[in-house]
């Protein structure tokens, strides 16, 4: 089957996770992405081997997630950009690509000679990316970000998350967790600029911010609280969007599991969560005879399931609730979601051969082509492709040798 970006060949100029899993999906997608790294050093992000308190591999594996979830499929140069001899390669590169996407601030960009402007002297057709922290225009277009600020903090998201009381700011759940969002959204917006490309002839410069797909994520409260003028009262932790739907809130089962009830009709839905229950007489319960007499009296009702779920362990709900109509969903750990039932039908968690050989798996990017996940290799080791790219581009095994020496290219 052929994947939807074949034939587009996309230049990376960035490091860490927010815009190189961009990349990452555009490779699943199909298309043939360069990534330049610092001839030294590589991408900055191969030198962390703790991330959140955790190592970064396993010991004795070559396999560092951090690494290959946002760099799979792609091919690595090393290249000393700035200087001539790199620039020539460079722009050997962008007159053969579709899409420049970086995460460079501006003058880090503009030393490098990938800033808009340069690149596009090189090729007027091209779509040009940039991840930012706060946006490319205002006061903050020089400062750099990542999701634990431009996207978490800024959003709201760890204002609410935090408890009043707390002494410490509530932290993402996982590394990485607005960038791998902020990387999906980027590459939504490079597919509709290069469809615009193909349909109008006219190129496009996309830009995408940290902070805007915070905001993006979190507009329903932020939009209230512009109409409300003013910001909006604070909900206590764990009661879900609605405090007194008893069948909306998450409760905890008998080995310290949770079960999510999401069914937003309460009253459409309580009798049937009473039978599950085996609490068949709630419904008939004059506190809970109708839609809104469950909701004012969610309190009480809350209470009974909550009694009632702690009798039970988590995987004794979840064979108990399997049929139900209602929605709800058991809460898994990272171990449980890479087992995940679903996931695995749906080909999600894909198979990839490490460096070494050895079969590994990585989360796909969530969306699918004609029913069928695509075959996903694995990141590139540092400048594994540097011969075959310049080779590429019509450079001689000689010069290649020339350009090592001199440092230019690894």
Known sequence: MRQPMEGVRVLEVAQFTYVPSSGAVLADWGADVIKIEHAESGDAQRGLVRVLGLDAAAPGVNFFPIMEGPNRGKRSLGITLGSPEATEIL?????????????????????AGIDLDQIRAVNPDIIYVRGTGFGNKGPERDAGGYDATGFWARSGVAEVMTPPEAEMLTSQPTGAFGDNIGGMTIAGGIAAALFKRATTGETSVVDVSLLSVGAWATQMSTNLAMVVGGNLPRMALGTGNTPRNPVSMPYKTKDGRWIQLCMLQAGKYWPEVCRVIERPDLITDVRFADATSVVMNGADAAAIIAGIFLTKTQAEWIEILADMDGQWSPVQNFWEVAH???LRANGLIAQVTDADGHPRELVLNPVLFDETPPVIDRAPQFAEHTDEILAGIGISDERVLELKIAGIVT
């Open 340 to 342: 995940d039932q679903s």
């Open 91 to 111: 722009h050997a590169l962008v007159r053969n690509s579709d899409v420049f996407v970086t995460n460079f601030l501006p003058g880090a960009r503009q030393r």
